[in-house]
């Protein structure tokens, strides 16, 4: 596979995630596999400080007696696929306007499908709320982007 090969990137869907609690190192390696595809220059997609950051700026919610749940999993991975683009308000804003109109999992799972979609040059779902789109738009654009540059610096 290609250093930006993203034909074949599949984001894990809801079902697909843990659910039980996870502790923090749980975490970051579950969103570390999930996004490695996308982000192979990285040397960590996601740290703690970074998840104690978006908890604080409640962009996150709090972890229950240090335990990660389903729904922390897939914020953190809307989260970090999107702070390529967005800005912390802006990906609260995104994640605000997914609660108040549909459930997390399809939520999620909307986004997983949008992001492969546009990853791939196809249009996405019809449904898909216009800022989520937007925001996926933004997303893909941006990787796609430096996929290019990649492949014209010879990388």
Request: hydrophobic residues 45%; aromatic residues 8%.
């Amino acid at each position: 596979m290609a250093k930006y090969d993203f034909a074949g990137y599949r984001c894990p869907r809801w079902e697909e995630l843990p659910d039980l609690g996870l502790y923090m190192d749980q975490v970051l390696l579950v969103v570390e596999q999930a996004l490695r595809q996308l982000f192979p220059d990285d040397a960590q997609v996601l740290t703690s400080t970074m998840v104690n950051n978006y908890v604080k700026q409640k962009v996150l919610s709090p972890s229950e007696k240090k335990k990660y749940a389903r729904e922390h999993l897939a914020q953190l991975i809307l989260i970090t696929v999107l702070k390529r683009v967005l800005s912390v308000a802006e990906i609260k804003f995104v994640l605000d306007r997914m609660k108040e109109g549909m459930e997390a999992d399809r939520g999620y799972d909307l986004f997983c499908t949008q992001l492969e979609c546009r990853l791939q040059g196809k249009a996405g779902e019809k449904n898909c709320d216009p800022v989520l789109a937007a925001a996926v738009d933004a997303v893909a654009g941006k990787l796609l982007f430096e996929a290019e540059c990649a492949a014209v610096r010879g990388e």
